[in-house]
T-cell receptor
Framework: GQNIDQPTEMTATEGAIVQINCTYQ??????LFWYQQHAGEAPTFLSY??LDGLEEKGRFSSFLSRSKGYSYLLLKELQMKDSASYLC??????????WGAGTKLIIKP | GAVVSQHPSWVICKSGTSVKIECRSL??????MFWYRQFPKQSLMLMAT?????????EQGVEKDKFLINHASLTLSTLTVTSAHPEDSSFYIC??????????FGDGTRLSIL
């Protein structure tokens, strides 16, 4: 079956760095997406990785290793507004998105 | 700006009412749109895949006669919750995007059935 694993919840301190991991097993691979979802709101797109390596976008970076079925989202200089759920999703060979359950990130002052 | 528009954003209605939710792609042609449901503190759950000009594909456990999907044009898909009951109260979200491109989400519709 297809499976996406990510931690349920993480806690970090304002100003610090946090890494949210995602491992996947899917039928084929056409890219991995990270989304941010604040409570009561729809998800918003953060990043897309289809080749191995690190993609940097401001305070957020995303890494992919296809051979290991592994990705992480790195958030630097954490701000209180970064408190949200972070969703990992993989597009399989049929271009269907397989969603992880999300990681709730709690930022403490 | 938003590339997927969804409305209404909030609906409160009596049990037994049917509710229609619209999802529009604003600057691209969407042959496929996805409908999700999300209960509080739970992950997104795909309900169905809406295909322009053909029948929707429903996920296991989703009643197609209760959740009617129409995708009559390349920019509009609608989800109608028929004879809604309190257990249908949830956050409904649509998304769309092109192959190998990020899915863009509508703002979601919060449905409350009294």
């Amino acid at each position: 079956g297809q499976n996406i694993d990510q931690p349920t919840e993480m806690t970090a301190t304002e100003g610090a760095i946090v890494q949210i991991n995602c491992t996947y097993q899917t039928s084929g691979f056409n890219g991995l997406f990270w989304y941010q979802q604040h409570a009561g709101e729809a998800p918003t797109f953060l990043s897309y990785n289809v080749l191995d390596g690190l993609e940097e976008k401001g305070r957020f970076s995303s890494f992919l290793s296809r051979s290991k079925g592994y990705s992480y989202l790195l958030l630097k200089e954490l701000q209180m507004k970064d408190s949200a759920s972070y969703l990992c999703a993989v597009m399989d060979s049929n271009y269907q998105l397989i969603w992880g359950a999300g990681t709730k990130l709690i930022i403490k002052p | 700006g938003a590339v997927v528009s969804q409305h209404p954003s909030w609906v409160i209605c009596k049990s037994g009412t049917s509710v229609k939710i619209e999802c529009r792609s604003l600057d691209f042609q969407a042959t496929t749109m996805f409908w999700y449901r999300q209960f509080p503190k739970q992950s997104l759950m795909l309900m169905a895949t809406s295909n322009e000009g053909s029948k929707a594909t429903y996920e296991q456990g989703v009643e197609k006669d209760k959740f009617l999907i129409n995708h009559a044009s390349l920019t509009l898909s609608t989800l109608t919750v028929t004879s809604a009951h309190p257990e249908d109260s949830s956050f409904y979200i649509c998304s769309s995007g092109q192959y190998n491109q990020p899915q863009h989400f509508g703002d979601g519709t919060r449905l409350s059935i009294l």
